[in-house]
C-alpha cells in the first residue's frame, strides 16, 4: 500500500546540513557546541515529565532544569501517572515546578506526556524523563535550535544508583558521556535482531550515530543494524514541535496499555512522515540515574516489549497519521477532568 506510514518513511529524506550550516552562520557556534545562554533569549521551552515512583531522582532532576543558564522562557511540567511513592510531594514543592498533575489512576507514560503537551503553553516541547539530570546548557541548547519541523535528540549516560546521604540517588561529578549511549556504542552478541529482523553472523559493535553522519543516512526508511530513523528518537531527553506533535495524535496511548517502549519510536515515525527531521545535538548529553532495582525493573520491560513491537508494526501498515488535533485534545481533557492539578 502507498498511503502508509512505512511507506511514508520511506519517502522522507533527512538531511539536516543546511539546517546546520544556517545556524552556524547566524550565530557564530558549531552545531553541537554548548550554547551561550543569551542565544535562547526570546525562545520558549515547556519541558514535560511524565513520572512515576521516581523520587529516588526526581529531585536532581528538577534541581537541574533550576540551574539551567538561559535567558529563554522556561516551562516546567511534571505529570505524576498514579506513583506510589513521594514523587508528586517533590514536584509539587519544587520551585522549578509550573505545573504539577497527578492523575486519578495509572495511565502510561505516553498518556501522561500527552497530558502534559495539552497543558503547555510554549511552541517547542521538551521531553524529559524523570531520571534525567541536565547539563546547565541543555535548554539553551535546544532553545536556540528549535524549528517547526524538527525533532532534536539529546543522549543519556546510564549510572548505577548509589545512594546518598538521604538514599536518593548520587549524581555523578563532571560531564556525562556520549559514547555511553546506545545510539552511540551499539553492541549486539548476534543473531537475528528483534526489531529490524536483520542476520548478524556474531558478535557486533557499531555506532549509528558517527556511521551515519548524525542519522542523515537513516533518511528514507534506511537500516544501520538494527537502527532505523524513527528508532533514534528516544523521549529520555527530545524536543519537537508541540503543534506537529498534536497533529499526528501525539504518543498512542496503546503502548503503555500493553507493554513497554516503542511510543516514542512510533511519534517519531508520524513526525518524520509529516516532514520533520530529525537532528542530534551531540553536546546535550545528561545522566540517567538508574533506579534501585534496575535489573528487575529492565527485565519486566523486555517481557513486554514484543507486545509493543507488534503494535508498532499494525501502525506501519495504517495510513500515516494526520489531522487528530481534535481527539488528541478530547482525550487529554477527559483525564484532566479526573486530575489533581497545580499550577502556579
Known amino acids: 500500500m502507498t498511503d502508509t506510514l512505512a511507506h511514508a518513511l520511506g519517502l522522507q529524506p533527512n538531511d539536516h546540513s543546511k539546517l546546520r550550516a544556517d545556524f552556524e552562520g547566524a550565530t557564530g557556534i558549531g552545531w553541537h557546541t554548548p550554547t551561550p545562554a543569551r542565544l535562547a533569549a526570546g525562545r520558549a521551552v515547556s519541558v514535560v515529565i511524565p513520572a512515576k515512583n521516581t523520587a529516588y531522582a526526581l529531585q536532581a532532576v528538577l534541581d537541574s532544569l533550576a540551574a539551567q543558564d538561559t ?17 508528586h510531594l517533590t514536584a509539587a514543592r519544587h520551585p522549578a515546578v509550573d505545573t504539577c498533575v497527578r492523575l486519578a489512576q495509572p495511565q502510561g507514560a505516553a498518556a501522561a506526556r500527552n497530558v502534559g503537551t495539552y497543558l503547555a503553553s510554549s511552541d517547542t516541547i521538551l521531553y524529559l524523563d524523570s531520571d534525567m539530570v541536565l547539563p546547565p546548557h541543555a535548554l539553551a541548547d535546544f532553545a536556540a535550535r528549535a524549528q517547526a519541523d524538527t525533532v532534536l535528540t539529546g543522549f543519556r549516560h546510564n549510572v548505577p544508583f548509589q545512594p546518598g546521604p538521604n538514599g536518593a540517588a548520587l549524581v555523578p561529578q563532571g560531564p556525562a558521556d556520549l559514547a555511553t549511549d546506545h545510539r552511540v556504542t551499539w553492541r549486539s552478541d548476534g543473531g537475528t535482531l528483534l526489531y529490524s529482523g536483520h542476520v548478524l553472523s556474531g558478535p557486533t559493535t557499531g555506532s549509528p550515530l558517527n556511521d551515519t553522519d548524525d542519522f542523515q543516512k537513516l ?29 499526528v495524535g501525539g504518543f498512542d496511548e496503546t503502548f503503555g496499555r500493553i507493554g513497554w517502549g516503542m511510543e516514542d519510536t512510533h511519534l517519531g515515525a508520524a513526525l518524520i512522515a509529516a516532514g520533520c527531521l530529525v537532528v542530534p545535538l551531540r553536546q546535550a548529553v545528561g545522566y540517567h540515574l538508574d533506579p534501585p532495582d534496575a535489573d528487575a525493573q529492565w527485565q519486566s520491560k523486555l517481557q513486554g516489549w514484543p507486545a509493543t513491537l507488534a503494535h508498532y508494526r499494525t501502525l506501519l501498515a495504517a495510513p500515516a497519521p ?18 489533581e492539578v497545580n499550577a502556579r
Request: charged share 20%.
Open 71 to 87: 535567558h529563554g522562557s522556561v516551562e516546567v511540567i511534571v505529570v505524576d501517572d498514579g506513583s506510589t511513592d513521594h514523587t
Open 219 to 247: 533518511g528514507h526508511g534506511a537500516f544501520y543494524l538494527d537502527w532505523d530513523l524513527a528508532r533514534t528518537v528516544v523521549t529520555a531527553m527530545v524536543a519537537m514541535p508541540r503543534a506537529a506533535v498534536i497533529d
Open 322 to 339: 494526520t489531522g487528530r488535533g481534535r481527539s488528541f485534545e478530547a482525550a487529554a481533557y477527559r483525564l484532566l477532568v479526573r486530575a
